[in-house]
């Protein structure tokens, strides 16, 4: 009998150790695991960017003068050597009743001045008759032997002079006729104006494109060198991008690229140029960054793009690696392993689930971008490794897979 009660004793005594030790037994931590997968890998820069023409011409006056109003409208097409603007002659300021008393009396001082010239004129005229008569007569007697030398010579020099005087008074004379002319035009234009602004000269298109806008449509007064409109072909696109210059050493000519987020289907394009000077821009948290311009191709046909325009924004992405068949996981199972301060150079590890434990293993990195991380060794394709480990899973924990993600 006692010793069958010491039986009883015995066996709940075993069973309350067993339930303690049951409730105070590490539970299986509960992660989310994904797979190991195979496929391409893509590495890219991704930053805002800005469409802009290749070649932008800006059709300005040539000369100062009265344009006419321009018919052509944004987005009008014009070919080379077409007239895009008339110029015409300004038309001369009014008049008032004294201004135009004033120029009434300039021009009778102009044709008095006229008057005053010929009578000189005419006098030089008498007056270089006479010493030519003069100088012929010494000549004469010279060679008789009647006059001396330095008479005739005195005569001769008398009669250059006086033809020196002769043109003088011609010149001047025809400049009092020139002030007349000058003094009548003024007065006439201002009577008619209408007769002095018949001239026209053309302003041409110097290359096939269309209108981008028009600076000055209405007909107005210009001054040389006035912007008239602005022409390009919408065909000849490129994207300019902003790229940190860290970011920038990562590009090269000829890198490919991607465009999309513009409001159409995904365009292919190219790196032609890194601008060699960077420049200084202030983010939006008030952060001097250090910037270069990156200037990009468009690939794909005309008829795939016609929908962008000059000056839209699009999302520029600048592939800088691309591999069609790696080993990947998501990145968010990836860290560095403990104890070591080194990157993606190879001191990284993984949780991989294997038998029930996360056990950690160490792996070596090849690329990674923003959602998958290359793996060059250390897993086996097919693996589960835990992402987004939490604080409590440790190597050889023992882990429940609460789901399981795909790589893509």
């Known amino acids: 009998m006692r010793t069958r009660r010491w039986l009883g004793i ?36 991704e930053e805002d960017g800005k469409t802009r023409l290749r070649d932008h011409y800006l059709v300005s006056a040539p000369l100062a003068g009265l344009v006419g109003r321009i018919a052509l409208r944004e987005g009008d097409p014009v070919a080379a050597g077409a007239v895009v603007a008339t110029l015409r002659p300004a038309f001369a300021p009014l008049l008032d009743q004294r201004a135009r008393r004033e120029q009434g009396a300039r021009l009778g001082a102009a044709q008095a001045q006229v008057r005053a010239a010929t009578a000189a004129l005419e006098r030089a005229r008498i007056a270089l008759r006479s010493a030519r008569h003069d100088a012929q007569r010494s000549a004469e007697l010279a ?26 008074a011609s010149a001047q004379r025809q400049i009092a006729l020139h002030e007349v ?21 053309a302003v041409r298109a110097p290359v096939d494109g269309r209108v981008l806008r028009v600076v000055q449509a209405s007909e107005a ?20 991008a902003e790229l940190l210059t860290a970011d ?17 289907p995904a365009l292919r394009g190219r790196v032609r140029l890194i601008e060699p000077a960077a420049f200084t821009k202030i983010s939006a948290l008030g952060v001097e960054e250090q910037r270069v311009r990156v200037l990009i191709d468009l690939l794909d046909a005309p ?7 000059v000056g839209y924004r699009v999302n520029v992405r600048i592939i800088t690696l691309s591999v069609e068949r790696v080993r990947k996981v998501p ?77 893509l």
């Open 303 to 309: 008829g795939k793009a016609d929908s962008l325009g």
């Open 248 to 264: 920038a050493l990562q590009s090269r000519p000829g890198s490919p690229v991607r465009l999309d987020r513009w409001g159409g």
């Open 181 to 201: 002319e000058q003094a009548r035009a003024a007065l006439d234009a201002s009577a008619n104006p209408a007769n002095y602004n018949a001239g026209k000269l």
């Open 331 to 407: 990145v968010s199972a990836v860290f560095p392993l403990p104890g070591s301060t080194a990157g993606a150079g190879g001191a990284m590890a993984v949780y991989a689930v294997r038998d029930g434990r996360a056990r950690l293993t160490r792996v070596r990195l090849g690329a990674r971008n923003d959602l998958e991380a290359w793996v060059r060794d250390g897993l086996a394709e097919g693996e589960q490794v835990v992402v987004y480990p939490a604080a409590e899973v440790r190597d050889g924990a023992r882990v429940s897979v609460r789901s399981t993600e795909r790589t």
């Open 143 to 168: 060679q008789a032997g009647f006059v001396a030398a330095s008479r005739l010579e005195n005569d001769q020099l008398a009669a250059l002079a006086a033809q020196t005087a002769f043109d003088s």
């Open 10 to 45: 015995g066996g709940a005594a075993a069973g309350v150790l067993a339930l303690l030790a049951w409730a105070l037994a590490p539970r299986p931590v509960a992660v989310e695991t994904a797979r190991v997968g195979v496929g391409p890998l893509e590495t890219a820069i």
């Open 221 to 240: 007064v210009v001054a040389l060198g006035t912007p008239l409109l602005e022409l390009g072909d919408p065909r000849r696109l490129e994207v300019v």
